[in-house]
């Protein structure tokens, strides 16, 4: 078992920056692969970024050169620092761990870019 917690969203102005974490509990969490999600009211949740056990990285086209997903398995943290924000990035962000058949989601942090 993984519970996921989500933590860093707030309210920042266009062109700002803020960093996401999410700190997991449970055993083996090095081998999971993370993923950040985003749902945006009235819109389906998508993804945005995600990190591998090995540390490989993809990212939504809508994110790339802006966004930055890191892992350190020490903390059994993973932190997404998103600059450049703008407000289309408005949404809950949600965690995702999944490995095998196994796929938990974190409760989700509020991000709100606004002037």
């Known amino acids: 078992q993984v519970q996921l917690v989500e933590s860093g969203g707030g309210l920042v102005q266009p062109g700002g920056s803020l960093r996401l974490s999410c700190a997991a509990s449970g055993s083996f969490f090095s081998i999971y692969t993370i993923g950040w999600y985003r749902q945006a009211p009235g819109k389906q949740r998508e993804f945005v970024a995600l990190i591998t056990s090995g540390g490989n990285t993809n990212y939504a086209d809508s994110v790339k050169g802006r966004f930055t997903i890191s892992r350190d398995n020490a903390k059994n943290t993973v932190y997404l620092q998103m600059n450049s924000l703008k407000p289309e990035d408005t949404a809950v962000y949600y965690c995702?761990?999944?490995?095998?058949?196994?796929?938990?989601w974190g409760q989700g942090t509020q991000v709100t870019v606004s002037s």
């Open positions: 995702n761990a999944y490995w095998a058949d196994y796929d938990y």
